[in-house]
């Protein structure tokens, strides 16, 4: 799982391809209850997706960008568009749903 800052996050995006991004803060609950999911989904989707976390706190531009309001939103994007978006804490059925579509 890649720990994304500004210029990482846009690096990954140019390469296209299928990225999971887990917007999310240390000090959100529900965040933390989200944080293994989106680590059981990076090992699952190795070598065939991008997986990776936004702190918000770090990196608020970035949320600002994707108009990231509450936390935990996660982000799905393909040859570098959004193409989904889930906000709170969902079952990873919900997330594996939208990379299978995709990939």
Known sequence: MIHFDQKTFDEALNEGGLMLVDFWAEWC???QMLGPVIESLAEEYEGRAVIGKVNTDQEGELAMRYSVTSIPTVIF????QEIDRKVGVMP???FV???EQNL
């Open 92 to 94: 990873p059925n919900a």
């Open 29 to 31: 609950g529900p965040c």
């Open 97 to 99: 749903q939208t990379l």
């Open 77 to 80: 994007f393909k040859d570098g």
